[in-house]
């Protein structure tokens, strides 16, 4: 399937080809993986897209994410592709670790972040790389088709949350 006219596009959109494999993003990629805490303190509900069919791996729910801009840091770049296709202000974010996927010629940074205390977010598809995007609950991740990477890598990328217990 082709993608609709008017994605945010930059230099860095383009396939990479990585030994007998194809990579989205010149320059790298990344993605943000929000999660939002449950009352006891144990991560409850994180942001995913539900990935329109047309893209890569359509049809599959992962995290909001794309190609990095020439000179733009993985964090800086996980967080306007979360802007751009799932509405999240940065400013309601707060990074706590990074996963990076190395491969010889691309990689992958996943920015693992929670919402700020105070702030609120309430993620929505934003453009058309989209079907929907939403708080999930961990309890739900068994009934999705989840990105196969981003399957893959959930449990390592959870681990990079610092604990947190419940007041009182």
Sequence with gaps: MKP???LHRHDGDEWVTCGDHRHWGRFG???LLLVRRAADGAPGHLVLQHRALWSHMGGT???PGGALAPGESAG???LREAQEEAAVDPA????????????PVWSYTTVVAEVRPGARV????ADAESLTVRWVA???LPDLTLLPPFEAALPDLLDLLPPRVRAG
Excluded: F, M, S
């Design 92 to 103: 309601a974010v707060q990074v706590v670790g990074t996963h990076v996927l190395e491969h």
């Design 138 to 140: 961990l309890g739900e």
């Design 61 to 63: 729910w992962g995290i």
């Design 29 to 31: 990629a990344a993605g």
């Design 76 to 78: 800086d770049g996980a």
């Design 122 to 125: 309430v993620p929505r598809a």
């Design 4 to 6: 609709p006219p008017g």
